[in-house]
């Protein structure tokens, strides 16, 4: 891993997410790249997902309620702009990361000035954990 670590901000949007938000939350705080913020942005929940956000302690953790409900892209606009990391990640409030997901990430970012946007590998998992299926993404170059 270069020297440099640049902060990274995971970005999660979310609306009545308790059934899955914290091990979400977890999944994140748990990575072996450890310099995040994560801004978890309730667009208005009804549910207790703002109860089960608060619980976790985690400096590096913020919750961020907003009282009147824009949808997942406008809230999610609302956690970029707030995000102070050099580099940006959304994450679902339903998903789960692999334990090195970040650091992958930033060494693909920082080995080229060119590449503009880094996908991982991803499964979906019914209720069960069973694989649905496996996406294998590639580097997207960036180019001025």
């Known amino acids: 891993m270069p020297k440099n670590k640049p902060l ?3 970005v999660i949007p979310a609306y009545n997410g308790a059934k899955y938000i914290k091990e979400a939350i977890e999944s994140v ?6 310099k ?4 978890v942005c309730d667009d208005a929940s009804t ?12 400096e590096r953790l ?3 309620r907003f009282e009147k409900n824009t949808g997942l892209s406008g809230n999610l606009n609302r956690g970029i702009k707030k995000a102070r990391g050099e580099y940006v990640c ?3 409030q339903d998903d789960i990361f692999l334990q090195d997901k970040v650091q992958f990430q930033v ?8 590449v503009g946007a880094v996908f991982c590998q991803k499964q979906d998992i019914d209720v069960n954990g069973n694989i649905l299926n496996l996406i294998n993404p ?4 960036f180019k001025n």
């Open 90 to 92: 959304w994450f679902n």
């Open 47 to 58: 549910d207790n997902t703002g109860e089960i956000v608060q619980s976790i302690q985690d």
């Open 36 to 39: 995040l913020e994560v801004l």
């Open 107 to 114: 060494e693909e970012f920082q080995k080229d000035p060119n």
């Open 29 to 34: 705080l748990l990575q072996s790249y450890k």
């Open 62 to 64: 913020n919750y961020l």
């Open 138 to 141: 590639s580097l997207i170059p």
């Open 8 to 10: 990274v901000s995971v």
